[in-house]
């Protein structure tokens, strides 16, 4: 692009009037994109920004059933001193640990996928279709799967004999936990093989040439030449990651609903659970107060979580921007 | 030759590997729809087969017939449908005035959009979105549900858009601005038509992720099962009382959810893979 030459040297004034006369169909466009963006303007401040001012608000005040009244601080308090919110605080964090079985995983995966092989194309599809369906109908697939009579796990597992007595996967909490995090793991593992290929693709076959000059193995080239490189995209896979695994919600409502007890409660689960009641306990009646104070403060856990995540990985993704 | 062997036994390693992880990765789905087929005395006593003894189709009959099946799938298609359209205009409208659109207050809006991504968190909005539906009187059923998700913000829509935008030619806009059309006309005689391919896969991931959403329809058909979709309506399938003997129709209904996404899956993957990746990962 070559930019135009000015016939004569313009002036400062010269420069401040053309800027001010901004020409009939500059100015017909400003308006023209006002208004294609109006009404997507309008779903921005009706269905995000209110309804964050709304909890906001909601989490000083406390219903009693007929109306609102102030509480100041009192829901936090009664949010901070719950014992089922610290266990769902907890299980939250205890559910993050998935991603190290998950990422690695899919590192693996996409590692021997970007070889051309028969089938390749196939597989890939395979491995990625969990990510395709619903977790909430896959949690009543698995429900019914985990059952411990009649399940399919326990049958299968007596069977080989490796169990003797059915396993009640949903009964306990590390089962339980163990169960939802494993199912997480076989629904995202396949999305996230997909975005490490295309981290993969990205890097230049020159380097791994360079690296077999140098008489590099396959596994130094993993390590000093495909791990680095794609570090940036690494590190949004795993921000990714961390979010929608505090986000969890449909498959613990789904499958164990929280239970046993508050065993499975996460945050986003504890939220919902405040508003909609949980239909079973003590809790079983909503309070809208505490849902407001339990979804602000679970927000913030989940802000704070992934900029201390962004501060930690800053350095490594520089790291790979300068090689 | 010893490094041959190696190698053989290498990637027969590799192989046996793959075919544990595929096998892993389609096994529910494929007991879900096999184990449909069994009978509720054999779901009940349970087995190490997947492969039903005899296949009945008494659980969808019953599904369908019986257990408003045929009504959730309705809705889910008109549900998923009306997402989708409104999805696609509204991507493609934000995608080119972000793309092309050079306004005062520009950065404030993309900024403002792009904050979504992290104040929508799942479910600690879910109850305030319902209160503002509620004020504006589409708190009762899919309709109020199409409307928020289609004019909602769709970040990852708007860059999946705006880049595939920024890869047509500028002269075009110039040449058809010089024949007297407006920036609007620019987008709807010129852009929109070019940008069909993104807007395609821009539908298809609003199409699947309203069919397979199930917080949101689950809270705005609460106590109105007549406009459940397929997804709210299996899963309440488990909370029913008779779950017990329900096992039947669970699978024949998560069959039902599950089998259109699959075959849809086999026939677009390519759309859909490429969507998802650019969207997420550059956006």
């Excluded at chain 1, 309070?287 to 679970?298: K, L, P, Q, R």
């Amino acid at each position: 692009m070559s930019k135009p030459l000015s016939p004569v040297v313009s002036t400062d004034v010269d420069r401040l009037q053309r800027r001010r006369r901004v020409p009939p169909y500059v100015r017909a466009s400003y308006i023209q994109s006002y208004l294609m963006l109006l009404i997507p303007f309008l779903g921005f401040v009706l269905f995000a920004a209110f309804p964050l001012a709304w909890s906001i608000q909601k989490s000083f005040y406390s219903w009693n059933g007929i109306r609102w009244r102030p509480a100041g601080l009192e829901k936090y308090v009664d949010v901070l001193t719950d014992r089922v919110f610290h266990t769902a605080v907890a299980n939250t964090f205890i559910f993050l640990l998935k991603l190290v079985v998950e990422i690695p995983l899919a590192f693996t995966l996409a590692v021997i996928l970007s070889r051309r092989f028969i089938g390749r194309n196939l597989v890939r599809g395979a491995l990625f279709l969990p990510s395709v369906t619903s977790i909430a109908v896959m949690s009543v697939v698995f429900y019914v799967i985990l059952q411990p009579y009649s399940g399919f796990i326990n049958q299968f597992l007596m069977k080989m004999g490796v169990i003797r007595a059915p396993i009640d996967w949903l009964g306990t909490r590390l089962t339980a936990l163990g169960s939802c995090m494993a199912i997480s793991i076989w629904q995202y593992t396949g999305l996230n093989m997909l975005f490490i290929l295309a981290g993969l693709q990205s890097i230049p076959v020159e380097y791994y040439e360079a690296g077999q000059i140098e008489g590099m193995n396959w596994w130094q080239s993993v390590w000093y030449i495909t791990i680095p490189s794609i570090a940036p995209y690494l590190q949004v896979i795993v921000m990714l990651g961390i979010i929608g695994t505090m986000k969890v919600a449909d498959l613990i409502l789904v499958l164990t609903n929280g239970g046993p007890g508050y065993e499975t409660e996460m945050m986003m689960t504890y939220v919902f659970h405040h508003f909609w009641g949980s239909g079973r306990g003590e809790k079983a009646v909503a309070d809208w107060g505490m849902g407001a104070a339990g979804a602000v403060i679970s927000g913030i856990i989940v802000a704070i979580v992934t900029l201390i995540y962004l501060y930690t990985t800053r350095k490594s993704s520089e790291y790979s921007a300068d090689v | 030759m010893p490094i041959n062997v190696w190698r053989i036994a290498k990637s027969l390693a590799t192989a046996a590997f793959l075919a544990v992880m595929v096998t892993i990765a389609l096994f529910p789905l494929v007991y879900a729809i096999l184990a449909s087929f069994k009978d509720n005395i054999e779901l009940f006593v349970g087995s190490a087969s997947i492969l039903p003894e005899q296949f009945r189709p008494d659980n969808w009959v019953q599904a369908w017939t019986r257990a408003r099946f045929a009504r959730y799938t309705l809705n889910s298609v008109m549900y998923s449908t009306g997402t989708t359209l409104l999805s696609v205009l509204n991507a493609a409208m934000v995608g080119y005035v972000f793309a092309r659109g050079r306004f005062p207050g520009r950065q404030i809006v993309v900024a403002l959009f792009t904050s979504t991504m992290f104040i929508s968190v799942g479910s600690l909005t879910l109850y305030p979105i319902l209160e503002m539906a509620r004020l504006l009187h589409i708190h009762r059923g899919l309709h109020g549900l199409i409307i928020i998700n289609g004019i909602g913000v769709n970040v990852a829509g708007y860059y999946l858009v705006s880049r595939y935008i920024n890869t047509i030619p500028r002269e075009l806009d110039e040449a058809a601005v010089v024949d007297g059309c407006s920036f609007f006309q620019v987008w709807l005689r010129i852009i929109f038509p070019l940008s069909k391919p993104v807007l395609a896969t821009v539908g298809l991931l609003a199409f699947i992720g309203a069919w397979n959403e199930y917080l949101m329809p689950f809270v705005f058909t609460l106590g109105n099962p007549n406009m459940s979709t397929l997804t709210v309506g299996v899963t309440s399938l488990k909370g029913d009382a008779m779950s017990i003997t329900a096992y039947g129709l669970m699978l024949a209904g998560s069959a039902m959810s599950l089998i259109p996404l699959i075959v849809m899956f086999i026939i677009v993957n390519r759309y859909f893979v490429h969507g998802l990746t650019s969207g997420a990962l550059k956006g």
